[in-house]
Structures are given as C-alpha cells and as structure tokens.
C-alpha cells in the first residue's frame, strides 16, 4: 500500500560483476540473456465468465509472471548468490483468492494508490466523493479500483527488453474519479534481468492520478520466513506521519533520530517494536518516505534492500518523489501463498513508488493533478543482483 518461477542459473552468475545503482556497493548480476516472447496460458475465470489469462515472461536469469486480472505481478523468481532462482514475490496459486483477499498483492493501483482522506477532493472548484473502504477514508483507487479490472494484455514491442504491455480505459466517473483516463503499463525485462515498469496515461477531463504497484517482496522466497532481517536503505531525509486513521499530517519531520531512518542500510526489525506513536499507528512501517531526489525526469535511486543469507539484493530506481515503505502488518496467518506456506505478520514488505497520499487535499505535496493535453508518465526499475 507478487510473483514465482523456477530454472538455474549457471555459476556465470557470480562472475559478472557490477555495482549497485546509486549505492557504491559492488554485487554480482544475473548473467546478460535474451528472453523470448512471452506466453499466455489461462489462470482461470471470473463468475461473470470473463478469462484471466497469467503471462509469463523470462530474460537474464529472471523469470516473471503477470495477470490480466488486475496486472498483478503473480510470481517474480530471481537467482541467489549460487544462482538459485526463487519466487521473491507473495501471491497465489489460483484465480479465487485474488478476488477476496483485501491484500493487493501484486497489483497496479489506481486511479490514486494510498489513500485519500474522507474519500473526497476539490478539483477546479467541484467536489469528488469517492468510495470510502480504509475505515473513513478511500484506499487505492475505492473498493473497485484498477486491482479489480481485467486488463488488455499483449507482448511488449519497444525493442529494449522482453515484456509485457497492458492497457485499460477507465471511464469517466469510475470509482468517483472525472474523466476518461487512458492507461498503459509496461512490464519489461532487460537483458540483465531488471525490471522496468512504465506507466503513462491521457485523460479528457482534468483528474488526478498515482499509479503505482503492490507487490510484496520477500527475498529469501515467497513462504521462506519473515523480512525483519532483511536490509532497507531508503534514500529519505524526510517522511510523512500519519493520524491514527493514516492520513498525512501535511508535515516533513525529519527522519533523524526516529525509527523511520533508513539513510543507512539497517534490518527492518532493528526499530520496528520501538513504542513510536507513529509505529503504532502503523503496526508496524506504513509510511510514506520523501525521497531526497524529489521528481526527476529519469529513475534516480531510491531503495536498497537485501537478503544477507541469500546474498539477493534489489535495487529500487524511480521518477517519483516517494515511496511507501509497508512491512506486511496485516498479514494474519489466513491466507496461503503460492509455496503452501501461510503468511503470517511481516513475511512480505511492500516499497510502492509514488507521489504522496492525500496529495489531492495537501497543496504543499507534490502535484497528482493531470489535464488534458497532458501524458502522465513514471518509471520504476527494479534492479536485482547478488552480493
């Protein structure tokens, strides 16, 4: 606020060195491949009888697998430091408990990821209301938002990478939001094994959208324990506190001093029992971190976050200004993954690139409204290695 596959990966993998991007730490990359064209096999139908289709797709050591119900990233495998591939990404195995679980795991968010206060905005002098299903507030686009669409999916035809591209027309006043948004998603993979997600979307009408993706990662494997001995740096001077429903305050406290400091690499578990007010309004991390290069033009870094045992490492690059750092709390043990394993508290954590929540009602945050004329554009790259 998901994914898996299988293969080895031959011991090039830990000949090849290269370094983590924005993070002066040297790792070792998945070795250079090209991937072939993607393949679509069915994953089941929806009781209106529409098919969901599951993608998958494969290119320098990495294997991922996409739905056409809500883009959801369904497994994600990645190699280890003896070039083990392993499913990093939570999910499921079958269609069903994607339309019921309330998780959003791997899912595309929108029209706005996060949250907006109260389920209304003011845009241009007229009043939005939205649907309210995050106690009194709206979450991630209302109870029918983009992780609930069944998109048009089809191979990727950029010529930089092996993936997918999906589109979806959000008709105007879904979910409450104005006009007639035009999406477009990409999924790809580099020759390298990264993965790139692009986003972009016209509207007829002036609105306001936040795209961005739920997947929650794990990278000792999907079932394979818990995060709290995983590695986070969050190039972040700054965060944004919440109120006890977790609705932006409007202020930039510095993270100095505070649990939220992740400037330098530290276990998730290091500070997340502290009795910090802002932890228990959470349970745990869910907050939205500044991040200190604001919106740029190109991806520039903002997360690391490694798995010492596995020597995995994940590399985050954005052109948003934030990013939503979510430790799983809500995870309860009642839901069971692709693995067979239950997930309980803490097993997956979620970093969803974005512009802040409630920016529609804080001025002060940076702006999420679009216009005709105007193409909404981001980029995210995940960048995956070994140390």
Same mark, same amino acid.
């Given at each position: ?82 070039? #083990?591939? /392993? ?11 994607? +339309? !019921?679980?309330? %998780? *959003? @795991? ?89 993965? #790139?997600? /692009? ?11 936040? +795209? !961005?993706?739920? %997947? *929650? @990662? ?170």
């Amino acid at each position: 606020m998901t994914t898996s596959r299988r293969t080895v990966i031959g011991a090039a993998a830990a000949g090849l060195a290269a370094t983590a991007v924005g993070t002066g730490q040297a790792f070792a990359a998945a070795p250079a491949a090209g991937g072939g064209r993607p393949h679509k096999e069915h994953f089941g139908t929806l009781p209106d009888g529409t098919r969901v289709d599951r993608w998958t797709v494969e290119s320098g050591g990495t294997r991922l697998g996409v739905l056409s119900y809500g883009g959801i990233v369904q497994t994600l495998e990645i190699p280890d430091r003896h070039g #083990r591939r /392993a499913n990093v990404s939570l999910g499921f195995g079958e269609l069903a408990p994607y +339309l !019921t679980a309330g %998780t *959003y @795991f791997g899912a595309l968010i929108g029209r706005y990821g996060n949250r907006i206060a109260r389920g209304t905005f003011t845009l241009d002098g007229r009043t939005y209301r939205l649907p309210v299903n995050d106690g009194p507030n709206s979450l991630h686009g209302g109870d029918q938002g983009f992780d609930k669409r069944v998109w048009d999916v089809e191979p990727y035809t950029g010529g930089d990478g092996s993936g997918l591209t999906l589109r979806r027309v959000s008709p105007d006043g879904e979910m409450g939001y104005p006009g007639t948004l035009t999406v477009r998603v990409d999924y790809v993979l580099d020759r390298r094994g990264d993965l #790139r997600i /692009a986003y972009e979307a016209t509207t007829d009408k002036a609105t306001v959208v936040n +795209l !961005t993706n739920h %997947t *929650y @990662f794990n990278l000792a494997g999907e079932g394979n324990g818990d995060v709290l001995g995983h590695t986070l740096r969050i190039a972040a001077s700054r965060y944004t506190p919440v109120d006890d429903t977790l609705i932006p305050t409007g202020e930039l406290p510095k993270v100095a001093g505070t649990p939220f400091d992740f400037r330098r690499a530290k276990p998730i578990g290091q500070d997340i029992r502290q009795g910090h007010q802002q932890l228990v309004f959470g349970g745990g991390y869910d907050h939205n971190f500044a991040l200190d290069k604001g919106v740029t033009a190109t991806p520039e870094h903002a997360v690391t976050l490694a798995h010492p045992a596995s020597g995995r490492v994940m590399d985050i690059t954005t052109t948003e200004p934030g990013v939503q750092f979510y430790s799983g709390n809500g995870l309860d043990g009642t839901l069971r993954g692709t693995s067979g394993a239950l997930y309980r508290q803490a097993d997956g954590l979620c970093l969803e690139t974005q512009h802040f929540p409630d920016s529609p009602n804080r001025p002060s945050f940076p702006a999420t409204v679009l216009r005709p004329g105007q193409t909404y554009r981001t980029t995210t790259v995940h960048h995956f290695g070994v140390r």
